[in-house]
C-alpha cells in the first residue's frame, strides 16, 4: 500500500506516495549521496466516520482479537440505557487490540456513532426496556462472575482515502 514519503533536510523529495519498499529504496539513495537527515514517514489515513453494530451476546473471548470490537457485560436486568451509557463511557468498555479514540475527532465520531446506534429505541421510548430478556438474571456475585455474558460491538471506522499512484 502506498502510504509513505521521504524527506531529506525538511523538504519531501517524493512527488506521490511510495510503498516501503520504493521509500527504503529512495531513502537510501540519498544517503549514499552523502545526507544524513533522511526520514521516512508513515501517512496515517484519517478515520472520516464510524458506525456500530451489535454483533452479538455470548460468553466472553467470542470475538476476541478482532480489530475494532468490544464489549459490555449484560445480564436479564441490563437495558439498551445501560449499554448506551457504558458504550459512552469508553474507560469501562473491554476494548480489545486498537485504540480508535486518538484525537478529540475520533471521540465525536464515535459519540455520533453510538447515538444513531441507539436512535430508534430513544425514538421509540423504549430506552429503559430490556435489552435481552431471555438472558440470565445473575442473584449472586459467584453467579455474575460464573455467567459472564458479554454484548459484543463491531465499530466499523472509514478511513479516508490515501493517495495512491
Known amino acids: ?3 509513505y514519503t521521504v524527506w531529506v533536510g525538511g523538504t519531501e523529495v517524493n512527488d506521490h506516495l511510495l510503498n ?3 521509500a527504503d529504496a529512495l531513502a537510501n539513495t540519498y544517503k549514499h549521496q552523502g545526507h544524513n537527515d533522511v526520514q521516512i514517514q508513515e501517512i496515517e489515513p484519517k478515520i472520516v466516520s464510524m458506525s456500530i453494530d451489535h454483533a452479538t451476546t455470548c460468553y466472553p473471548d467470542y470475538f476476541k482479537g478482532h480489530q475494532y470490537s468490544f464489549c459490555l457485560y449484560a445480564d436479564g436486568n441490563t437495558t439498551y440505557q445501560d449499554l448506551k ?7 469501562n ?9 486518538k484525537t478529540d475527532h475520533e471521540w465525536g465520531l464515535y ?3 453510538v447515538e444513531l446506534l ?3 429505541a430513544e425514538q421509540e421510548g423504549t430506552m429503559q ?5 431471555r438472558l440470565d438474571i445473575p442473584v449472586t456475585e459467584e453467579e455474575q462472575e ?3 455474558c458479554y454484548a459484543w460491538f463491531i465499530i466499523e471506522p472509514e478511513f479516508e482515502d490515501i493517495e495512491e499512484s
Open 93 to 101: 468498555t473491554d476494548h480489545l487490540t486498537y485504540n480508535l479514540f
Open 1 to 3: 500500500m502506498n502510504r
Open 111 to 113: 459519540q455520533d456513532a
Open 129 to 133: 426496556d430490556i435489552f435481552d430478556p
Open 146 to 148: 460464573e455467567y459472564s
Open 118 to 120: 441507539f436512535q430508534d
Open 85 to 91: 451509557e457504558g458504550m459512552l463511557d469508553w474507560q
Open 20 to 22: 516501503k519498499r520504493e
